[in-house]
């Protein structure tokens, strides 16, 4: 109740009905994870073939992965239950390292002074890794990526439950200033680690975030690996951040200053707030001095800006952003349920709507419909477009995106700049 009170607070009745509405959604999506991991455990464990395969006896390269833990009077089960998960791997060739005696940032990087590992590997001291996460971290490092990150879940051990399944999507930096969606199982270089400075003790409570966007400006997109496996457990317990987001709240500034920090290290005037979801933000930048020219707004029969101002802020975010050929808006019809919100491939490789029937005031699991974002098409029917790639605009959505694309740019959906078809 505290959490739904201090919601009301913030936002308001209209928002937290539709927040609720989310929540029991979310809820449908948990009860059948659930039942899809309960099964896949009782197949037991894996054969003694694939157990050989992940020793990592056939591969080029066996690279050593420290494992960092920073701890902090851990509750005596739940840290017993972690180093049970460690000792479980099947890849042989890492270390584990304890960081003890100060704040997070303090204990981690205390752990990653003594690491000897080609890479590093972070790890709470009550969560829990699956038996093949150093062997994928292993794959991913011969194939010379620098920094590596899975999908999780989050795991309710007294109930023996498991929820909350995060499919994150691959490196997207415009997401990134958004909300940590890269967060666990995360592994990365250790020189990249040292050479950005490790933790810093003023992000506590965001010092991975802050660690992220500090090694991403350092690597190229490329050098990044989603591996598309849930590998970690956040544990679910009373003062966990798996358990209530809003016990931490001063993780949530932390972020904010973060996102801060990146933008300016980059030269990005911005201003960035908290949305309605708590470690959740959003970037505006300065609509001033946008050459209106430079930009060309496209919008089908019909269709018009919710709110005024829309296109500006879409300028201006173009303008702040070279790498991005072309911003979307999300349309909506007179009912308010989602036409458009762009398009993406899912593992067949088909090209799928996002979000399309959706009542737009939800935002969708982990608040996904609600971030700026690139996406792999946007409708021509609703997108800002520079003027040098007016050339590109096709009757054909699909083929305009994939003309920005082979001229290097990429391409963003917004759906905060909402259009109505009338």
Known sequence: MNRVSDYIKRNGMKKTFYAVRQHLSDGKVDRDYNREMKAALKEGEENDAAKARQSGSCLPQKPLISILVPTYKPEDQYFREMLRSVKAQTYPYYELLLGVGGG????????????????????????????????????????????????????DGKKGRYSRPFRKPDFDIELLLSNNYVCHFLAVKRELALKVGGFRSEYDGAQDHDF????????????????????????????????????KTYAHSAGKRAIEDYLKRNGQMALVSETEHRGFYRVEYFTDLVEESAYKMHLGEGIRPLSPGNEGRMRAYLD?????????????????????????RNEDREIVPLYRGMNY?????????????????????????????????????GRMCRKIQDRGYSVVIDPQMIFVKK
């Open 104 to 155: 997070i940032s303090e204990n981690t990087n205390a752990a990653l002074s003594e690491a000897k590992g080609d890479y590093i590997a972070l790890l709470d001291q009550d969560d829990l890794i699956e038996p093949d996460a150093l062997y994928r971290i292993a794959l991913e490092a011969n194939m010379g990526a620098a920094l590596i990150y899975s999908d999780e879940d989050k795991y």
């Open 320 to 344: 702040a952003n070279p790498d991005v050929g072309a911003i979307g808006g999300r349309v909506i019809d007179h009912m308010g349920r989602v036409l458009s919100a762009g398009y993406e």
């Open 361 to 397: 005031r939800l935002s969708g699991e982990f608040h996904m419909a609600a971030l700026r974002r690139k996406v792999d098409i946007i409708s021509n029917q609703c997108v800002l477009i520079r003027s040098s790639l007016e050339d590109c605009m096709s009757s054909d959505s």
């Open 212 to 247: 992220i966007l500090r090694c991403a400006e350092e690597i190229s997109p490329d050098q990044i690996s989603h591996i598309r496996r849930v590998l970690y457990h956040w544990r679910i317990h009373k003062g966990s951040t798996a358990g209530d987001p809003a016990e």
